[in-house]
């Protein structure tokens, strides 16, 4: 085995050593959780949210990932929050939803350029501002992603499949945390997919019938 894997060793842009072929694929999910302040609230602070980046299964994620930008909204003060080190997570205060940019950098030795993701801070069930709100149950918006490295590095590689993640450090959104199913978003994919098949079915068969 280490002779094939030594013949699929080659040397990137950088000089750095790569594996021909290979393939890293590692989940990470991204979030915000919101609580409403109820009588807290004040007309530029109604609720107290917290953005994050995590691993799939609540892992340390700091042997992948270096550091983490999350980009506010311009009327924050110093709005663009650089976090290096677990948990990624960024906490504030404030009254309206926005678009987070979220760019997250790998560790040198991956020779990777950072990504960027867009999450929708949500603080409002349903969208609907007027509804009702408890101080108790938060508004919880994830996203399941998937972080490809292909042909990754030798040395980016071997950490990957060498280290064992403990759990990552404790986050105070972590009791909020959805679980999630891929497979289970993939069988609604593939539904939704089928439906359109026989819809768009249905309708060429209507086109093509002969008019009485």
């Not at 990777?112 to 938060?138: G, V």
């Not at 590689?157 to 404790?170: G, I, L, Q, W």
């Not at 439906?195 to 060429?204: C, D, N, S, V, Y």
């Amino acid at each position: 085995m280490a002779g094939d894997t030594a013949d699929r060793i080659f040397t990137g842009t950088k000089g750095e050593k790569r594996l021909k072929g290979a393939e890293v694929v590692y989940p990470i999910v991204t979030g915000t959780v919101a609580f409403y302040l109820g009588k807290k609230a004040t007309g530029t602070a109604s609720h107290k949210w917290t953005v994050y980046v995590r691993g799939f299964n609540n892992e340390d994620i700091s042997h992948v990932i270096k550091k983490v930008t999350f980009y506010l909204h311009p009327s924050f003060n110093n709005p663009a929050r650089d976090m290096t080190e677990s948990p990624f997570e960024v906490s504030e205060m404030g009254w309206g939803e926005f678009e987070i940019n979220i760019k997250i950098y790998f560790h040198d030795d991956a020779f990777e350029d950072p990504i960027e993701i867009l999450h929708h801070l949500r603080l409002y069930a349903d969208n609907d501002s007027s509804a009702q709100q408890s101080t108790k149950k938060p508004v919880v918006t994830e996203a399941y992603d998937e972080l490809v490295f292909n042909e990754p590095t030798e040395v980016f590689h071997a950490r990957f499949t060498a280290h064992d993640p403990p759990p990552a450090k404790e986050s105070q959104a972590a009791p909020f945390f959805l679980e999630f199913s891929p497979q289970q978003d993939l069988d609604k994919i593939n539904a939704l997919r089928r439906r359109i098949a026989q819809q768009k079915a249905g309708l060429l068969q209507q086109f093509e019938a002969p008019m009485s």
